[in-house]
């Protein structure tokens, strides 16, 4: 389990035997409960905010943890479990369900007090009570606290808790989590349960339920006042209406999917609208910085390891947090209202054709935007298959970091085509890589993730207004998972990247004499960057890797381009400014592009064709050319197998692509 | 809970004067249900009745999606789930009249 809570010496020694035992170890608290139940609510109520991911042996999934303190000292660490429906029915390890199990498991086997808290949502205490036939099985003092008392008092209704804790046998609590009495109410009764020497004591007449004991014992304890009955009844019923009104819209055969097509578009117009220019101001303080850093230091070697290597790799990372926060808040938007659940029973068919189901869909269209925010949104997939299999095919998506290279490529080698011409490509591309992910996630659900799938049973839950706090607390959590996860990731491939690209070796052959490289020696004056990418670690890869890539068209240059935007493909463009000596690369790509054009091999011939773009672009659209989607599977997965098994395929899957296509161009008679 | 298969022809047995067996995949929207049998293995049984799908329990088919998709259905205890199409044709139900 965590750390154990650090107390002062002089008050633990002072205290009777149990109080002081549960200063020394601490006390852990499982909180327990189905999804929707309010569990997250009652547990920022809890920690007062104060969450971070939990290091528990055994157990491969981020579960929040936070500390609470009870009286004298001690202190009760409180896990949020992923909700759930059961603990004994564990399809797979990997689910929630399962996972929850191992960490209960792995609790009961520890000396450290624990207490289980079943969160139940008491206007839908039947549904609550199913898990707690389960939870009395437990060999763990439990605590069943019913949340939403004031949404049930606001219709009238009581929920006697005296009735409810005799009926199960265990202790029962009524609470808000929006009142702060809720937080010492709790607390305090979890400390009572913990200072039992063993649950029996307590617990002892704890009843197992049958199905229609449990609906029957739901039905005696909820009362309501008789003056309220007509009020509650008719603020029920339009609660019910609602629900039954949106969705007769929400999920009508027609109408449905066009209002979601629109939902999706407005999201996804969001990550642009809003993110962009936020990226932008971020885009400029950096490259302040980076200026003051070489007002201050020169153009060496330090330098430019500092602004291009560390700078840049911070950079990137940056870049993506706008993109990381309005992604999360609109998945978690979706899921608080209802509405994910809705339109994954509106596009699950479809899906399900592909191995996958409708969950999957809005990480896969966030895979558009960019993969990073996407990959770490599959976690609203509950099978862990299919959530491997969405998590794999993502980087297969067009993100919208594809587009400056596939820009320049047009730019480059089709400029012969006008604008509609352009435009179709762009559109093929799209539709390939969405095309290539959807026949990669079927061949992946046969052969490496293939397995028995859970089988759908998705909770359409009420309508109901999201929590705006909870929603920005759980942004803010994403962004610092990232940041510290992924973030720390990609600022260390960025170092080793301008290692490669800046550090001249004397084992790297001068390059080929080209027309294109003598023109570049007289702009050498650029701080040495031509000359130096040359004789570069990365130079000297790449020409190894020549004979590979000549059959798909590629030389050396194309190669370090390749390599260089390994960190991001948008600096694949950039990266091939610095080989041709076009500083502004980045921002201007016109001139580079009539410099490749130019580019000569040394019998005088053209060294790029249009088959070369046909096969770059082929290339582009299937390789998992970004770092930090690389660093976002290993986080996501919690292993180096998968990243590492997303490279492979993916690269495979691009080099066959290019050689098709680079070949088939020449048979075709493309210039 | 047994092994035997479920009917998925769609076809519904006259159990009695009063009430039809059929499944949960073919019951009419609307149309109130007893879950009479859950023909699925163990472990997938044991995790529907944790949702509230279970022998015994009372169920209403509330749409279905397009082509074959799933489910909306509401269970006895107030739950409403999107059920794979699938299995709900694994579930026997008994209609009530």
């Not at chain 1, 599977?633 to 292993?639: A, D, F, H, L, Q």
Request: charged fraction near 20%; charge should be positive; hydrophobic fraction near 50%.
């Amino acid at each position: 389990m965590s750390a154990h809570c650090e107390v002062p010496a002089t008050t633990a020694a002072s205290l009777p035997g149990q109080t002081r035992e549960l200063v020394a170890t601490g006390v852990l608290v499982a909180l327990v409960g189905r999804p929707n139940s309010g569990k997250s609510s009652l547990f920022n109520r809890l920690t007062d905010g104060d969450a971070h991911v939990g290091n528990f042996p055994g157990v491969t999934v981020d579960i929040l943890e936070g500390n609470a303190p009870l009286s004298a000292g001690a202190v009760a660490t409180i896990a949020d479990l992923p909700g759930l429906y059961s603990i004994e029915a564990t399809v797979d390890p990997a689910t929630d369900e399962g996972v929850a199990r191992r960490f209960l498991d792995v609790a009961l086997e520890s000396p450290r007090p624990l207490v289980v808290v079943q969160v139940i949502d008491v206007t839908q205490l039947a549904l609550g009570l199913r898990l707690t036939r389960e939870l009395v099985r437990l060999r763990a003092p439990l605590l069943v606290v019913a949340t939403q008392r004031d949404v049930l008092e606001g219709e009238g209704g009581t929920l006697d808790a005296a009735a409810l804790a005799a009926g199960l046998g265990v202790k029962v609590l009524v609470v808000s989590a929006r009142e702060a009495q809720t937080r010492a109410r709790v607390l305090a009764a979890v400390e009572a349960l913990a200072g039992a020497r063993s649950f029996e004591t307590g617990e002892s007449g704890r009843r197992e339920l049958s199905s229609d004991e449990m609906l029957a014992l739901a039905k005696r304890v909820v009362t309501r006042a008789p003056a309220a009955n007509a009020e509650a009844n008719a603020r029920a019923e339009r609660r019910r209406t609602f629900t039954t009104r949106a969705d007769a819209l929400l999920l009508h055969p027609l109408v449905g999917p066009i209002l979601f097509v629109g939902i999706m578009a407005s999201l996804f117009s969001a990550v642009f609208l809003v993110a962009d220019p936020v990226t932008s101001v971020l885009d400029a303080a950096k490259q302040a910085l980076g200026d003051g850093i070489t007002r201050v230091l020169g153009t060496g070697l330090v330098s430019s390891f500092l602004t291009d290597g560390l700078l840049g790799g911070a950079g990137t990372v940056l870049a993506f947090m706008p993109q990381i926060v309005i992604l999360t808040v609109a998945m978690e938007l979706l899921d608080a209202t209802g509405y994910l659940a809705r339109g994954a029973f509106l596009v699950d068919r479809l899906l399900r054709l592909l191995g996958l189901s409708g969950r999957s869909f809005v990480p896969l269209l966030m895979g558009h935007a960019c993969a990073i925010p996407a990959i770490g949104a599959t976690r609203v997939v509950r099978d862990p298959r299919e959530r491997l299999t969405t998590i794999l095919v993502i980087p297969l998506m067009t993100c919208s970091a594809r587009l400056p290279t596939y820009a320049l490529v047009l730019g480059t080698f089709f400029s012969t085509l006008n604008a509609f011409q352009k435009a179709l490509i762009f559109l093929a591309l799209y539709f390939a890589g969405f095309v290539t992910a959807l026949v990669a996630s079927l061949v992946l659900r046969r052969t490496a993730t293939r397995g028995r799938g859970l089988p759908l049973v998705l909770e359409m839950p009420a309508y109901r207004a999201p929590e705006a706090a909870l929603i920005a607390k759980r942004a803010l959590q994403a962004g610092r998972r990232f940041l510290r996860d992924v973030g720390t990731t990609i600022v260390a491939v960025s170092a080793i990247l301008w290692v490669l690209l800046s550090v001249p070796v004397r084992a790297a052959a001068p390059p080929t004499a080209t027309a294109a490289t003598s023109a570049t020696s007289g702009v050498a004056a650029q701080a040495g960057t031509d000359t130096t990418i040359e004789r570069s670690i990365a130079a000297a890869i790449g020409r190894t890797f020549e004979p590979i890539t000549k059959p798909i068209g590629f030389d050396w240059r194309i190669n370090v381009g390749l390599i260089g935007s390994f960190g991001a493909r948008e600096v694949m463009v950039s990266t091939m400014g610095i080989i041709f000596g076009m500083e502004n690369a980045g921002e201007d790509p016109g001139p580079l592009a009539e410099r490749l054009r130019d580019a000569r091999k040394p019998d005088g011939s053209p060294a790029y064709s249009m088959r070369t773009g046909l096969a770059l672009l082929a290339f582009f659209v299937l390789a998992c050319q970004c770092m930090s989607t690389v660093a976002a599977i290993r986080r996501e997965t919690k292993s180096f197998k998968w990243p590492a098994f997303v490279l492979g395929y993916t690269y495979l899957l691009a080099y066959a692509a290019a050689f098709v296509v680079y070949n088939v161009a020449r048979l075709a008679g493309v210039p | 809970m047994h092994d035997s298969p479920a009917p998925t022809d769609g076809s519904a047995s006259v159990e009695s004067n009063e009430r039809v067996a059929t499944s949960l995949a073919e019951l009419a929207l609307a149309q109130d249900a007893t879950v009479e049998d859950v023909a699925v293995d163990a472990l997938a049984g044991a995790w529907l009745d944790a949702v509230g799908i279970a022998k015994g329990e009372r169920v209403v088919v509330i749409r279905r999606a397009l082509f074959g998709g799933p489910l909306h259905v509401r269970t006895g205890a107030g739950g409403e789930f999107a059920l794979d199409r699938s299995l709900a044709r694994q579930i026997r139900v008994r209609v009530h009249p």
